[in-house]
């Protein structure tokens, strides 16, 4: 049976790689984007389907639609598009969160929230399971984001206790590939775009903090097979690569994968940057069957040439 599915944030990074695989399953889909972060182009090749309809509209504002499931990725993801309005950032994920809670509530959709690694803060657990509660500063510059992302799970939580909404919970990991915005300003796409045009990468701290990176299509599959998993499973699960790396090391591999010249300028730490980050993905494998199939090097080496084509580089 087809199903009609919203995506929220369709047209961003996450959302069009989500809108493409869903919809080439043979399902209605809507996209629905304010365009803040996101991009026509990035679902331009989708617009002739027509089991593809694309939506305008801000999810901090209530909106009616009939659907059987809905993805709520709509929020900036890159701390310096979400730092940019920390206000708009929370009012996305709360009023957002409530939005399509409430088209959930009224059409017994199910929900899928995209959560983040963001929810354990900076880490005092290593490597970070679910059942770690997290350490955040509630009044930071990233509390925007965490806060608010935190305070999405809490709703998903209560619409299910109090008006047993059907809810899934997904802490994504820090994840990479093509579609990233050239201006993203996160990690693999600021290294691969500073390699290509020669200039200086821009190695924030000393470069011994870490992260773990996931390829875009493993956390598509890992969505999908969380929004077909059995009723009762409702999460949270850490979607993301365990293969942990220092951010010096990504430096110096994208360099080498570049065959770049670039040199590498150390630059101050942002605040409240999490010191370490790498997800335990136990509970995924467990209960959905998921782990990631791409390593860093294979990821990189697509990414590096969407980047090389979209930036002309030779
Ligand atoms: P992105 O910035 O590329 O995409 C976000 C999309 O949401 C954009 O198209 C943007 O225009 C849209 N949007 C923002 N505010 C909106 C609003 N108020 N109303 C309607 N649309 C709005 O980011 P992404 O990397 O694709 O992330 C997608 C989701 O996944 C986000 O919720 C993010 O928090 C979550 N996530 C991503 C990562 C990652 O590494 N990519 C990690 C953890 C969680
Ligand atoms: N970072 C960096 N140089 C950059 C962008 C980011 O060294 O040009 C660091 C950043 O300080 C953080 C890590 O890379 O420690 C990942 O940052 P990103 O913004 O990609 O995502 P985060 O995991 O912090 O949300």
């Given at each position: 049976m087809t199903k009609h599915i919203l995506i929220t944030g369709g047209a961003g990074f996450l959302g069009s790689h989500l809108c493409e695989r869903l919809l080439h399953e043979g399902n209605d889909i809507i996209c629905l984007d304010?365009?803040?972060?996101?991009?026509?182009k990035n679902i331009d090749h989708l617009?002739?389907?027509?089991r593809f309809e694309l939506i305008r509209h801000d999810i901090i504002n209530p909106i009616y639609l009939e659907v059987d499931?809905?993805?709520?990725?709509?929020?900036?993801?890159s701390p310096v598009h979400y730092q940019y309005n920390p206000i708009k950032t929370i009012k996305t994920n709360v009023m957002g969160a409530i939005n399509v809670l409430g088209i959930a509530k009224r059409t017994k959709a199910k929900v899928l929230q995209a959560s983040t690694?963001?929810?354990?803060?900076?880490?005092?657990?290593?490597?970070?399971?679910?059942s770690y509660w997290g350490k955040v500063n509630?009044?930071?510059?990233r509390s925007c984001y965490d806060e608010g992302k935190r305070a999405a799970e809490c709703l998903m939580m209560d619409y299910r206790r109090q008006n047993s909404v059907n809810v899934k919970i997904v802490r994504i990991f820090n994840t990479y590939g093509p579609?990233?915005?050239?201006?993203?300003?996160?990690?693999v796409s600021n290294f691969i775009i500073q390699a290509l045009e020669g200039k200086k990468i821009t190695v924030y701290g000393d470069g011994s903090h870490t992260r773990s990176f996931c390829y875009v299509d493993d956390v598509i599959d890992g969505l999908i097979k969380m929004m077909n998993s059995s009723d009762e499973f409702y999460g949270p699960v850490n979607i993301g690569n365990a293969a942990e790396f220092t951010i010096l090391e990504l430096a110096k591999t994208v360099i080498g994968m570049t065959k770049s010249n670039s040199e590498i300028e150390f630059l101050p730490l942002p605040a409240d940057d999490p010191v370490q980050r790498r997800p335990d993905i136990t509970l995924a494998a467990e209960m959905i069957g998921w782990k990631p199939k791409i390593n860093l090097e294979t990821g990189l080496l697509r990414t590096i040439e969407y980047f090389r084509k979209i930036l002309k580089i030779p």
């Open positions: 304010n365009f803040f972060t996101g991009d026509k617009l002739q389907n027509p499931e809905i993805y709520n990725l709509a929020c900036p993801a690694s963001e929810i354990y803060g900076d880490p005092e657990v290593h490597p970070q399971n679910e509630p009044i930071g510059v579609r990233m915005a050239v201006n993203d300003g996160r990690v």
